[in-house]
């Protein structure tokens, strides 16, 4: 089966350009789809990038320059919809613009249906079009503008070869039976829920190396881990960015009482420290004289 030519995605940042993209899916029956948020970069995630590919175009639409609303009454309208690993797309459609998608083709849930070994997009594309599917922007920060030539391209190959799998997928479902059983797969996933984030307090205690520490080291770590949500919060940062695990539990381990032994330990870093340092050694010092009070709770 030959994949989709090799042209390059057409942009979508504006009015104009979305509604070129309209009418060129409007009359096709399926179209692959796929989204790039910015999870990795902060603390709220948004939909920074929606790729789609029918079988002669492909698009890269800019949500963040362009009202992408009227999209989705004639992309989920009824047409089949292809993602692969579709469950985090669904989610994020659904609560960024209530879109729903009631026929859906999930690859990855195909691939595994047929014992695929490698379920990855990447495996997939390789053991089916000889291609090599690039990771170099895996990590990229898709919230920041511009975005280059090459992440625009790198963007537009996750949808570029979906159609033409998921039409060899669709047939060996076929062929082997299964394909009523993978529908029904694909219909579990199209009805899940967006997850609202919840802060769990008590989330300290799943920390590698939590149980390890004394009861004044655990009070601490519970006082590491409230502050760092507070400030992850505060400045729109994945709490991981702020402060490592590792980090808050040698932390409290160590209980560093100034400046310069909190700056010994590995991954408090001069940014760490210039953000975080006072409120690490007032966690440091707060939880750790609070635990050793007797009506403190160990």
Not at 32 to 48: I, L
Not at 62 to 88: N, S
Request: with cysteine; aromatic share 6%.
């Amino acid at each position: 089966m030959t994949p989709p030519p090799d042209a390059p995605p057409i942009f979508v940042a504006d009015e104009p350009a979305l509604a070129r993209l309209i009418a060129a899916v409007r009359n096709e029956p399926v179209v692959a789809v796929d989204t790039e948020s910015n999870s990795f970069h902060v603390y709220r995630e948004h939909v920074c990038l929606i790729q789609l590919s029918t079988r002669e175009l492909h698009f890269v639409v800019d949500p963040l320059a362009v009202d992408v609303r009227p999209l989705g009454p004639v992309l989920f309208d009824g047409r089949e919809t292809v993602f692969h690993g579709a469950d985090y797309d669904v989610r994020c459609l659904k609560r960024e613009y209530g879109w729903r998608l009631p026929r859906l083709f999930d690859t990855m849930v195909a691939a595994r249906r047929l014992g695929r070994v490698g379920l990855g997009l990447s495996a997939l594309v390789e053991a089916q079009f000889g291609v090599r599917l690039s990771k170099v922007f895996q990590r990229s920060d898709w919230g920041r503008r511009p975005l280059t030539r090459e992440q625009l391209s790198y963007a537009s190959l996750d949808t570029r070869y979906l159609l033409p799998l998921r039409d060899q997928l669709a047939s060996e479902l076929e062929a082997r039976g299964v394909a009523d059983e993978a529908r029904r797969e694909f219909d579990r996933i199209a009805a899940v829920e967006p997850r609202a984030r919840v802060f769990d307090p008590e989330g300290w205690r799943r920390i590698h190396g939590a149980r390890a520490l004394d009861g004044e080291g655990k009070a601490i770590l519970r006082a590491l881990y409230l502050a760092r949500e507070e400030r992850a919060r505060e400045s729109d940062r994945p709490p991981f960015k702020v402060l490592a695990e590792p980090t808050m539990v040698e932390i409290a381990a160590r209980r560093p009482r100034t400046a310069e032994a909190l700056a010994g330990i590995h991954g408090v870093t001069p940014s760490v420290l210039r953000r975080m340092g006072e409120a690490i050694l007032a966690a440091v010092g707060g939880a750790g004289a609070e635990h050793r009070e007797p009506s403190g709770r160990p």
